[in-house]
Structure formats: structure tokens, C-alpha cells
């Protein structure tokens, strides 16, 4: 029962004692006597009743004033640990941006120092490779020299060369002329060796390759003895191949600067057979 309902029992109670306590004494029955025996019990549970409400009251009371206290002091202990936790959130965030800029500062090292490595790779294959090439020439100096050594005295090797190009053994004389090339490629007769290496090709048909040891003769001997042979034959080749304006070009040539020899001659002969025109001998 709430407060305000018991406050208005008692009133009703205490109005009615007053009426009782008016009437007069002889009006007094045995009715009236139980009815007020009843009102008295009535007013006694109605005491305990509010006696019991105070004590309830006052438990509730002090269990809201308990669970008040333990609420505060939540909502305390709740607020710190937010506060905690936002001041660790703002203390990591510096440390993150810090710690950020550190390892982009890292990557960026990290970046340069590969473009060094690179180039210190790169220098360190150049200097390998050019370790490398100077080692193969110096073997095959020392190959070449030990070849030398090794191989017949020039003219020896020569005079068997010409011999058995004489002979008609063909083979044998392009293996003999190609050793004395590669064992003595500075001699004049180094230039004789590749325009009978080029004649045993014209002969036997290989005009391409006989037009490239002509060349030979005339790129690394033009004053050799037999750079007019050369360049007359290699007109002649290149007619075979069917280079008709290189081939009567190479002959004019051989007109104009050998006017008065053999070669200028079969020049002549040549063109007028092919219908060119031959230069004027200076």
C-alpha cells in the first residue's frame, strides 16, 4: 500500500472515533462496543502495517542508496579506464605516425641502396666480362705463339702450299694456304695464300666465297703482287653470279689502275665480250 492511501485510512479512522466519542454514553450497545473493538483491532494492523512499510521503506531505501553508491562508483571506474584507453589510443597513434615516417625513411634507404647495387652489379659483370675477354686473349696468344712455334719455317710452308695447288690437289693446298695465314698473317705472301685460296673456289664453281678472299687481298695487301690478279678475277666472278654492272665495274677498275698490264688486257677482252664499254687508258 502506498503512503498516501495509508495517510487517508488513518484519517477516516481518526474521524470516525470522533463521532463515537460525540454520541451519548446511554445510546451505547453491545453493537457498538464490538464495532469498536473492531476498529481497535483495525487500527492495530493498520500500525503494524505501516510499521512494516517504514522498515521495507527503509531497507529499499538504503539497497537504493547501496546500488546508487555502486553505480557511481561503476560509472567511475568506467570512466577512467575510457580515459585510459583514449589517452593509449592518442599515445599509439604517435607512436604509429612515428614509427610510419621511420619505416618510410627505411624503404627510401632501402631503394637507393639497390640502385647501387645494381650498378655495382652491373660494373662488376663489365669487369668480369672484360677479365674474361682479356683471358681468351691472352690464350689464344698464347695458342697462336705456341702454334708458331710449332709450325713449319714460312717458305717451307708456302712452297708445299704452291706445289700442291700446282699439282691439282686442291684440298690439301686450301688447308696448306689457310696455315700459312693463320701462322703468319702479316707476310706479303699472306696475300698470295688467299688469292689461291679464291682461284681453287673460282675454279671449282664457289664463286660468292672466291669474290670474298679476293677482297681480302685487295682490303689488306692493295700493293701486293697480285692485287691486279685480284681485282680481275673478282669481276669475273661477279659476271658468273650474274652481278653484271658490279662485275664490268670491278673490270673498269682494273683498266684504270693497271693500264699496262696482262690484267688490264683480259679486262678489255671481257668487256667487249659483255658489250661494256672499256675506259680510256691514261
Known amino acids: ?54 522498515e521495507r521503506m527503509g531497507v529499499m531505501r538504503n539497497l537504493l542508496e547501496q546500488n546508487t553508491d555502486v553505480t557511481n562508483k561503476v560509472t567511475a571506474a568506467i570512466g577512467a579506464l575510457q580515459a585510459s584507453i583514449n589517452k593509449q589510443q592518442d599515445d599509439r597513434s604517435g607512436q604509429g605516425d612515428q614509427l610510419s615516417g621511420q619505416i618510410q625513411a627505411l624503404n627510401d634507404t632501402m631503394d637507393e641502396l639497390k640502385v647501387r647495387l645494381t650498378k655495382l652489379s652491373k660494373q662488376l659483370e663489365d669487369m668480369q ?112 653470279l650474274g652481278k653484271q654492272e658490279e662485275g664490268t665495274q670491278a673490270l673498269k677498275h682494273v683498266i684504270q689502275r693497271y693500264p699496262r698490264t696482262n690484267e688490264a688486257t683480259q679486262a678489255r677482252e671481257r668487256l667487249r665480250k659483255t658489250g661494256a664499254a672499256a675506259p680510256k687508258s691514261r
Open 1 to 54: 500500500m502506498k503512503p498516501n492511501r495509508i495517510s487517508l485510512a488513518l484519517a477516516l479512522l481518526i474521524a470516525f472515533f470522533s463521532i463515537l466519542s460525540i454520541a451519548p454514553a446511554h445510546g451505547a450497545n453491545k453493537d457498538i462496543i464490538e464495532l469498536q473493538t473492531q476498529v481497535t483491532q483495525l487500527q492495530t494492523q493498520m500500525t503494524q502495517m505501516k510499521q512494516s512499510f517504514d
Open 129 to 240: 666480362a672484360a677479365q674474361q675477354s682479356m683471358a681468351a686473349q691472352q690464350t689464344q696468344a698464347q695458342q697462336q705463339a705456341q702454334a708458331v712455334a710449332q709450325a713449319p719455317a714460312p717458305d717451307v710452308l708456302y712452297n708445299n702450299a704452291l706445289r700442291d695447288y700446282n699439282g691439282g690437289k686442291n684440298d690439301l693446298a686450301i688447308q696448306e694456304f689457310s696455315d700459312y695465314i693463320k701462322f703468319y698473317p702479316d707476310t706479303d705472301l699472306a696475300g698470295n695464300s688467299y688469292f689461291y685460296i679464291a682461284e681453287v673456289q673460282y675454279k671449282t664453281g664457289d664463286y660468292q666465297r672466291a669474290v670474298a678472299n679476293y677482297d681480302l687481298v685487295l682490303q689488306n695487301f692493295p700493293s701486293g703482287n697480285k692485287a691486279a690478279g685480284a681485282e680481275l678475277k673478282k669481276g669475273f666472278a661477279l659476271l658468273e
